[in-house]
């Protein structure tokens, strides 16, 4: 059983801002997130592109973003739960919650803080014959481990950041890479064509465009792909270990809808007047997944929601305790670490 004072669910930019907050707070957190690796969609779907509005920068990379507010909150020490889906919750006889994945990992705490963004992200399937045959058998649909693919002959579907990006790693690793896309032109950032570019010529990567993937075979395990490739009356089959389908992700509110909370248009409603709580005391919603009169689906937006989130936590937590808020630049940040970072002081000097 894994114990914290705030369970957070979902681990993209405003799950990761309430780290930090609640940090200051001294409250522990652990975040559960059903991709393999923290930063949602700012991680997994557009890493390399541009974001505007985040105050104070004026310009930033959004796996930028990620790993600035991973290095924020390294001295808070967050857990993570990376993989799963919160699938389960019940509350306790004193109150508390615990919320269970899809892989059976147990959670408690007195506070969940529901940060899933647009929801879980259940992937984009592509439509072939045979193709839940071959899951787990050959077919995925996110890269968790890339060292599972060492000196295997693997084929990447998908024209975005993540096939552009993934086919650049696995080049060095898989003994064959094959990029298939149905177009010839990619939607990912132009460094990252470039360098598939510069990897086929180099005879790195296969490039297959444009085409699809319009068959599987094998018995057991995947061994082959059947490529169609326009203006082509016959049909490519490749034999391959591996068939890896990104064509991204798609936005569920999944299991949660289930816990008796009030939805909304596929969002929880929250009372936005006080401390985004839900209609369950206990559980907040924070970010995109939260509705209320004047939402607005902005990461700054959730960084504000998330700070008073925690506010409102701590007062659950320690209703004996009255917390006086000192800004930073006055109190510091006391890491769980044992790591102290604080604005110098003013040196005083009589004057003789």
Known sequence: MIKTDILIIGAGPTGLFAV???????????????????????SEIYPKKPIYDIPGFPEVLAGDLVDNLMEQIKAFQPGFTLAERAETIEKQEDGSFIVTTNKGTKHQAPIVAIAGGLGSFEPRKPLLENLT??????????????????????????GGDSALDWSIFLADIAAEVTLVHRRNEFRGALDSVE??????????????T????????????????EIKKTGEDENIILEVDSFIALFGLSPKLGPIGDWGLEIEKNAIKVDNALDYQTNIPGIYAIGDV?????????????????????????????????????????????????????????VVKAIE
């Open 290 to 346: 939260n509705t209320y009169p004047g939402k607005l689906k902005l990461i700054l937006c959730g960084f504000h929601e998330a700070t008073l989130m925690c506010q409102s936590a701590y007062q659950k937590i320690y209703p004996d305790k009255k917390y006086v808020m000192k800004y930073t630049t006055v109190g510091g940040v006391t890491g769980f670490d044992g790591t102290k970072k604080e604005s110098p002081k003013a």
């Open 20 to 42: 930090f907050e609640a940090g200051l707070l001294q409250l522990k957190c652990h975040l559960i997130d059903a991709l393999p690796q923290a930063g949602g969609q700012c």
């Open 195 to 208: 360098k598939v570019q510069q990897l086929k010529n180099a005879g790195k990567i296969n490039l297959v």
């Open 210 to 225: 444009p085409a699809e993937i319009v068959g599987l075979r094998g018995d057991d395990a995947l061994t082959a792909v």
């Open 133 to 158: 045959k071959f899951e787990d058998n050959g077919v995925a649909y996110m890269i968790k481990d890339p060292e599972v693919y060492r000196d295997k002959k693997v084929v990447i579907a998908g």
